[in-house]
């Protein structure tokens, strides 16, 4: 199991952008698929975007276009939330595994503890 934080959450006016980031105990590089899952009050859990071992992103269809999953080379992931609007508000999780096709899972893969995003006027 690794460790994984998030930070960068907030509060923002529909419109405005915020950068997430999740920061991994030790070197997941090339290790690990990564992704960000978020849920709202009454609602399940959603897949956001997901990211492969070798870099290669997979989006929702709500966020298509507006937001970016991207990873550097130690043991960090970033998402970058763009034209934020009100039903993005959430908190947000990181997600790792060692096979993409365990990422999302409950029992399986390493979460952080969440982080809220509020999107509001």
């Known amino acids: 199991q690794v460790q994984l934080v998030e930070s960068g959450g907030g509060w923002v006016h529909p419109g405005g952008s915020l950068r997430l980031s999740c920061a991994a105990s030790?070197?997941?590089?090339?290790?690990?698929?990564m992704g960000w899952y978020r849920q709202a009050p009454g609602k399940q859990r959603e897949l956001v975007a997901r990211?492969?071992?070798?870099?290669?992103p997979n989006y929702a269809d709500s966020v298509k276009g507006r937001f970016a999953i991207s990873r550097d080379n130690a043991n960090t992931m970033y998402l970058q939330m763009n034209s934020l609007k009100p039903e993005d508000t959430a908190v947000y999780y990181c997600?790792?595994?060692?096979?993409?096709?365990?990422?999302?899972?409950?029992?399986?893969?390493?979460w952080g503890q969440g982080i809220q995003v509020t999107v509001s006027s």
């Open positions: 997600n790792a595994a060692p096979n993409y096709l365990e990422l999302g899972s409950p029992t399986l893969g390493s």
């Open positions: 030790g070197n997941l590089f090339n290790t690990y698929a």
């Open positions: 990211i492969t071992r070798g870099g290669s």
